[in-house]
């Protein structure tokens, strides 16, 4: 886990989801069997830093950078005719909220109060407590490259992951995108299930905490093996519990992923971590980790991409996240 502040949907912190209208479009779109485009951009994995604890320890000094997620000349993807969102990306309309009243019912550790075993259900399931957000995008179906089968690619940057999705025609998730399509209409605290008990095996997530060694993490002799040791990683849709209500795979476990920090403002930074990764950490919808800047790159930080929706087609152009 980061170290860093996870805001969650409690004691008066912004919380978000959507009571949202799921179209027949969006139902259509999570039974689509994901197509990667052959001419995705790879990825080259880099070298990041580790910690104690479940939040990470940096490493002496600044990380060194090191290689690149983006593939330069890489080709935009052709427009699709005729549907609102691409073949491995995932319509989703619904309204978001800024503020939810989610309480735990239950912790599975009281003492750091990170994992809720289960919530309580609210009398009203979805109720907002502040004006809503009508939104429409498309998101992809897998974290990034998007390809079922295919593990995660791991230890990017917010910069890196904005870059590769922006050479595509996509775009980096806004954290209120990322929320609605987690929680669903009915803004549930998890993805799977009821939506309000926990379920370790549901997704790639409560495994055993490993214990890096950040100076062998970021060091280029050693890194390969270090990442290999701390590696928890499971392919895309290997889970096949592990859909939210649109359809998205893998929202919560795998990988933690970036997103643009839009709910609270770019404060303190505009990136921002959502969804937890494989070990015993948060791992629900609503809470995001800001405390780590744009270049901040570790062992289990992840993304995927979200694009406009259209009417008629999609479009190639992928305006960044707004408010």
């Not at 549901?202 to 100076?215: E, G, H, L, Q, R």
């Not at 839009?262 to 505009?270: A, L, T, Y």
Request: one cysteine or more; aromatic letters at 10%.
């Amino acid at each position: 886990m980061l170290r860093s502040r996870a805001f969650v949907v409690f004691g008066g912190w912004l919380t978000v989801l959507a009571i949202a209208s799921v179209s027949e479009r969006s139902r259509a779109a999570g039974r689509e069997a994901p197509q990667a485009s052959s001419s995705a951009p790879k990825l080259v994995a880099t070298a990041p830093d580790a910690g104690p604890q479940l939040m990470p320890m940096l490493a002496k000094g600044d990380p060194a950078i090191f290689g690149s997620f983006v593939k330069p000349g890489s080709p935009t993807p052709a427009a699709l005719a005729d549907v609102a969102c691409p073949s491995d990306m995932v319509e989703v309309e619904g309204d978001y909220c800024p503020y939810v009243e989610q309480k735990c019912a239950r912790w599975l550790d009281p003492a750091t109060k990170l994992q809720c075993a289960e919530f309580e259900k609210p009398a009203a399931a979805g109720r907002c407590f502040m004006k809503t957000e009508r939104k429409r995008f498309c998101i992809d179906r897998y974290e990034w490259p998007n390809k079922v089968g295919e593990l995660p690619r791991s230890m990017a940057s917010w910069n890196d992951a904005k870059a590769t999705c922006e050479s595509i025609g996509k775009r980096l998730c806004s954290d209120t995108e990322w929320t609605l399509a987690c929680e669903g209409p009915e803004r549930h605290p998890y993805p799977y299930g009821d939506g309000y008990a926990r379920n370790g095996n549901a997704c790639n997530m409560d495994k055993p905490y490993v214990w890096p060694n950040p100076d062998r993490v970021y060091d280029p002799a050693t890194s390969a093996q270090e990442l290999a040791r701390l590696d928890q990683r499971e392919p895309s849709g290997a889970r096949s519990s592990c859909v939210s209500p649109y359809g998205v795979h893998d929202m919560t476990g795998n990988v933690d992923e970036w997103v643009v920090n839009v709910s609270q403002f770019g404060q303190p930074h505009e990136s921002g971590l959502k969804g937890g990764y494989w070990g015993p950490v948060r791992t629900r919808c609503r809470p995001m980790t800001t405390g780590h800047e744009q270049t901040f790159r570790y062992y289990q930080t992840g993304f995927r991409c979200c694009g406009s929706a259209h009417e008629g087609g999609t479009s190639d152009e992928a305006p960044l996240a707004t408010r």
